[in-house]
């Protein structure tokens, strides 16, 4: 019998359109003969619809379009089988439409990538793919994951974290603070986004105030970090859970401005046809794969990815995107995308993990976890609602 796989995409993120493509891309990436596909698409305001034309990148170019011609539905946990239930529901006949036996989440960025889906599921105890709650929501936090990191000697960079109160209260005295302990040139950047969206740096006080302008446009939180300016950027991804995980092939992306932008990762040459997914994204972009890398140091960095990889209790595929300042060598690690772009595929392929083959492995791992955490016991007898009295509005008396 074949396993009944919900793909999710979407969301309320600014990487909503990422994750279009990144689900898209997957759903077409899977081995058919062993899973059951059900693409199920996240509006911006989190409703859920499924349909004929939820999986065709095309018709995206009219959302409101396809919601007309899609039905909206709800989820219900029913004996640990996700059960799919047309809303609104009709006063008679059937409304179950299907089933899911694993959710499969392939969404970025906040609301959906940082545990708060993951939670979702969890809740209607439903097995689904990827980190759980905690590591989701550690790895969307950067200043978060670098205090865990920096407790697991991984190496990262000082940061200072600022929300947009204390800044608006006192500017001066938060930029006086950057430029005393970081010092210029520095980067700024949304506590909790990825796809480079918010991120600048600054070179001076008026680059740093225009900095902040525009990062708190996308998060309450904002970090600043030492620029580094004799910058290669070297990502990694990890395939696996606590037990055993393993590397992919290296890749030094190559961007156009200072920045990896928005715009290098998903809108260079992103082309492509109905059979791919439509849009590459993450695959669009220019990189040198593999990374040019002396074995020593493609080593360090393949293992330091697992370290850093486990040290955050990360499950599934995550990528690894790692800072070197050449001019004293120093390795460090910048961020960590608990659900790549792409889902990283394309790092894979080249150690001879096809793509079919990663997702059938993100299966198997979210399977492994359910059967341990269904292992756990969440009760213990006790008889204490026995002896609980409730007192009206004086409250319980125990």
């Known amino acids: 019998m074949k396993i009944k796989v919900g793909v999710f995409f979407g969301g309320q993120s600014v990487e909503h359109e990422v994750s279009i493509i990144s689900g898209i891309q997957a759903i077409y990436a899977f081995n058919r003969e062993k899973y059951d596909i059900i693409p199920i698409y996240i509006t911006k305001n989190n409703e859920f619809y499924i ?9 995206y170019k009219d959302i409101p379009s396809l919601l007309k011609i899609s039905q909206k539905i709800i989820l219900v946990n ?8 047309r809303y609104p529901m009709k006063k008679f006949g059937n409304n179950v439409i299907d089933t899911i036996d694993v959710a499969f989440p392939i969404v970025h960025g906040t609301n959906v990538e940082d545990g708060t889906l993951q939670g979702f599921f ?8 990827g980190c759980d709650v905690t590591s989701s929501a550690v790895g969307m936090d950067k200043y978060v994951m670098k205090t865990v990191l920096k407790d697991n000697d991984i190496p990262v960079l000082d940061c200072i974290c600022c929300d947009v109160k204390k800044y608006n209260i006192n500017p001066d005295c938060v930029i006086s603070k950057v430029e005393e302990k970081i010092g210029y040139p520095v980067i700024v950047k949304p506590v909790n986004l990825g796809s480079s969206v918010g991120i600048k740096v600054a070179k001076n006080k008026t680059d740093l105030e225009e900095a902040f302008d525009y990062a708190f446009q996308f998060a309450n939180k904002i970090l600043v970090e030492k620029a580094i300016t004799s910058l290669r950027e070297i990502n990694c991804s990890v395939l696996g859970d606590y037990e055993i995980a393993e590397a992919s092939e290296c890749e030094e992306p190559v961007g156009s401005d200072e920045i990896l932008s928005y715009e290098d990762k998903y809108l260079s040459g992103s082309g492509g046809s109905k059979s791919d997914g439509g849009s590459k994204g993450m695959t669009s972009l220019t990189r040198k794969l593999p990374a040019p890398l002396s074995n020593e140091q493609r080593e360090e960095i393949r293992s330091l990815a697992v370290k850093t990889f486990q040290a955050l209790n990360c499950n599934g595929v995550s990528r690894i995107d790692f800072m070197i300042d050449t001019q004293t060598n120093q390795l460090y690690v910048n961020e960590i995308n608990t659900i790549p772009g792409s889902l990283a595929f394309y790092l ?3 150690v001879g993990v096809k793509y079919d083959e990663l997702l059938d492995r993100m299966v198997t791992l979210a399977l492994k976890r359910d059967r341990e955490q269904n292992e756990i016991s969440y009760s213990f007898d006790t008889n204490i609602l026995s002896g609980v009295k409730l007192g009206g509005m004086k409250g319980a008396k125990l």
């Open 348 to 350: 894979w392929e080249p």
């Open 122 to 129: 969890r809740t209607l105890c439903i097995p689904y793919v």
């Open 51 to 59: 349909g004929d034309s939820i999986s065709d990148i095309e018709a």
């Open 78 to 85: 029913e004996n640990k089988r996700l059960t799919i239930v």
